[in-house]
């Protein structure tokens, strides 16, 4: 832990797709910052390397399922909702039951935690909930239409958690990053390139990257840091917001 980084110890922190990718990178910060780690992930052997390697508790769950909720721990002082998932395609060709998987996923589910883990906030005067979203919870890109409806809803949902929270000393952001170093964004390289007969470089230049002043991927733990930020004691007044780490991809 960093001299800048807040002290989290003796908090609880529980972090959805916690076993890779942006998640991964909380779950490591957290840990550093001292909190007690619950990772959750739909894949058991990502969820237990990285309880390992923060000496927490692995969780596998598989977040489409509501019931799986009830098998997370309630008693929870920071909660991260950054589990994900993509689909790339034309609404008329969007498969229907695709487009409701990632909304159970990426809305239901963080509601559904929300009200297991917000009574302990709430009793404990304390409390801080992260949500992962995106740029594309901010702005539209073309083939996205379940990611950006769930990100849009995302970010509504947080802002309303905000309001509620206030009174009991619980804080709701979202972290909305443009394209980050993940698994995800890899895939999505490679499934272009294919597409398009060009190179993985030429996607991440020409494609992905066309809208941001900054031209590269932001790095997990760029994300990471900044949620970590948002659990410290001089972010009490941010609240209801959405932090854009996107190189300038808004500012356009």
């Known amino acids: 832990m960093t001299s800048q980084s807040p002290s989290l110890r003796g908090r609880v922190a529980l972090v959805t797709g916690g076993g890779s990718g942006i998640g991964r990178a909380c779950s490591l910060a957290l840990a550093r910052a001292g909190a007690e780690v619950h990772v959750a992930d739909v894949r058991e052997e990502s969820a237990k390397a990285v309880a390992a390697l923060v000496r927490g508790r692995a969780h596998v769950v598989d977040l489409a399922d509501p019931s799986a909720v009830g098998e997370l721990p309630a008693a929870v002082d920071i909660l991260v909702n950054s589990a994900g998932l993509q689909h790339v395609a034309p609404i008329p060709e969007f498969p229907v039951e695709r487009f409701t998987l990632i909304q159970q996923v990426m809305v239901t589910a963080p509601f559904l935690l929300l009200r297991r883990v ?18 594309h919870g901010l702005r539209a890109s073309a083939y996205k239409s379940a990611y950006v409806a769930a990100k ?3 970010e509504g949902l947080s802002k309303v958690t905000a309001l509620e929270g206030a009174p009991y000393g619980v804080t709701s952001n979202c972290i909305s990053p443009g394209y980050v170093r993940t698994p995800l964004v890899e895939e999505q390289i490679g499934q272009q390139a294919a597409a398009h007969g060009i190179s993985p470089d030429d996607v991440l230049n020409d494609v992905l990257l066309t809208r941001s002043a900054i031209r590269r991927l932001i790095e997990p733990a760029e994300v990471a840091s900044a949620a970590v930020w948002l659990c410290g004691p001089h972010t009490a007044h941010i609240t209801g917001t959405s932090l854009p780490l996107d190189g300038g991809w808004t500012a356009t």
């Open 118 to 135: 917000l009574p302990h906030m709430y009793g404990a005067g304390w409390g801080r909930v992260v949500n992962i979203s995106s740029v």
């Open 152 to 154: 849009h809803g995302l």
